[in-house]
Nanobody
């Protein structure tokens, strides 16, 4: 059974940092492209970052502030978020994709507020 479990969300002040984790199970993690998406209240789901075996891509809004990484030995993908802004407030979702197979986690809330 495929599972993606996000953790690490919470409340942080503007300018602060958080690291999200997504623990995967039930599939061959190393072969999948892993992505982080986010959805703010009243908005659609937005792609934040993707990591494959040989590339990383980021949304323009997070370039230079967020870093995506993966530890295949731990079946885990991370999102290091620095210099957080109130507009980064959203539910953050982990996605695994290989061909037409796509799996989602349940999401973790990130709130940036003073």
């Amino acid at each position: 059974q495929v599972q993606l479990v996000e953790s690490g969300g919470g409340l942080v002040q503007p300018g602060g940092s958080l690291t999200l984790s997504c623990a995967a199970s039930g599939f061959t993690f190393s072969t999948y492209a892993m992505s982080w998406y986010r959805q703010a209240p009243g908005k659609g789901r937005e792609l934040v970052a993707t990591i494959t075996t040989n590339s990383r891509t980021y949304a323009e809004s997070v370039k230079g502030r967020f870093t995506i990484s993966r530890a295949n030995a731990k079946n885990t993908v991370y999102l290091q978020m620095n210099s957080l802004k109130p507009e980064d407030t959203a539910v953050y979702y982990c996605q695994a994709r290989w061909g037409i197979a796509t799996h989602w986690g349940q999401g973790t809330q990130v709130t940036v507020s003073s």
